[in-house]
């Protein structure tokens, strides 16, 4: 039935739950498994003084350089553990906002299952969903699930 999956990992714990499911599901199933990681955005500091700030471009590409490294690092980690537990997983990299990446790629492959954990990096406890699975599933054109 979910012959081709999609899961989002984040380096977080709560994502690690989430492979974890769905390297099992995807062995089980015998599907296509995707792994995406979203690179963050390059974070740009505010002068309070004049509220205007000056970031080089060099300064920039090594930020969004360096984001990108630990990206990968993450993907091959994972790409790694997958092919241990005898599925082999393709890894796309993106940038942009979680959600939406998570959602355009799903789309754009014809994704049947998403996996996502319940919650991320920012991981507070009192809510039950962080934004991004928040919005997947409210979002997403194939079913959901979210691990935790
Ligand atoms: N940058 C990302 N790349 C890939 N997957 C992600 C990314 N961010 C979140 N996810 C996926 O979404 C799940 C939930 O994370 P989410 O970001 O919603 O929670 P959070 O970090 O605790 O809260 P928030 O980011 O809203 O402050 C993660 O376990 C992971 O599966
Ligand atoms: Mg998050």
Redesign the pocket.
């Known amino acids: 039935m979910f012959n081709k999956m999609l899961?989002?990992?984040?380096g977080?714990d709560?994502?690690e739950?989430?492979?974890d499911a769905a390297v099992h599901l995807a062995k089980e199933q015998q599907a296509e498994l995707s792994i995406?990681?979203?690179?963050?955005e390059a974070v740009v500091a505010t002068s309070s003084l004049t509220g205007i700030v000056y970031v080089p471009k060099h300064f920039i590409d090594e930020i969004r350089d360096q984001v990108k490294k630990e990206?990968l690092k993450i993907l091959e980690n994972a790409k790694e553990k997958a092919a241990e537990n005898g599925v082999q997983a393709e890894i796309i990299y993106?940038n942009g906002e979680?959600?939406h990446?998570?959602l355009n790629h799903a789309k754009e492959k014809g994704i049947s299952l998403i996996?996502?954990?319940?919650?991320?990096?920012?991981?507070?406890k009192e809510?039950m969903?962080?934004?991004?699975?928040?919005?997947?599933s409210q979002l997403s054109p194939c079913p959901v699930l979210?691990?935790r």
Request: aromatic letters at 2%; charged letters at 15%.
């Open positions: 899961v989002a990992i984040d977080s709560m994502s739950k989430a492979f995406l990681h979203v690179g963050r990206g993106a979680p959600a990446e998570i996996v996502v954990g319940s919650r991320g990096i920012s991981g507070l809510m969903l962080g934004s991004v699975s928040h919005k997947v979210i691990v």
